[in-house]
């Protein structure tokens, strides 16, 4: 069974920073693609990014591109996204989720494990 523990979330000024981590467990890391969903209250969940089994590759939502950072350690099973230039629509719980591909987790419903999630807020 794989397990996955996202850390990192809490509360934060706009315009400031966090890095949310992922630890992944109960499987080879490297075996699959690893990304951030999010979901903010009373909406449904939205694709954050993604990063290849390799971290070759990356891809982001439109809403975060340019201000997150996708990136993954396999040596330490982690899978990391660095947030900048936060803004109260960041606002939302975190979720850590891996699939066999980055397509599959750009698509949602193809994630096959999910973490717990991290809540992230940001006041303005």
């Known amino acids: 069974q794989v397990q996955l523990v996202e850390s990192g979330g809490g509360l934060v000024q706009a315009g400031g920073s966090l890095r949310l981590s992922c630890a992944g467990s109960?499987?080879?890391?490297?075996?699959?693609?690893m990304g951030w969903v999010r979901q903010a209250p009373g909406k449904e969940r939205e694709f954050v990014a993604a990063?290849?089994?390799?971290?070759?590759?990356?891809y982001y939502a439109d809403s975060v591109k340019g201000r997150f950072t996708i990136s993954r350690d396999n040596a330490k099973n982690t899978v990391y996204l660095q947030m900048n230039s936060l803004t109260p629509e960041d606002t939302a719980v975190y979720y850590c989720?891996?699939?066999?591909?980055?397509?599959?987790?750009?698509?949602?419903?193809?994630?096959?494990?999910w973490g717990k999630g991290t809540l992230v807020t940001v006041s303005s």
């Open positions: 109960g499987r080879t890391f490297s075996s699959d693609a």
């Open positions: 989720a891996s699939g066999k591909t980055t397509a599959t987790i750009t698509r949602i419903n193809g994630v096959d494990y």
């Open positions: 990063v290849s089994r390799t971290g070759s590759i990356q």
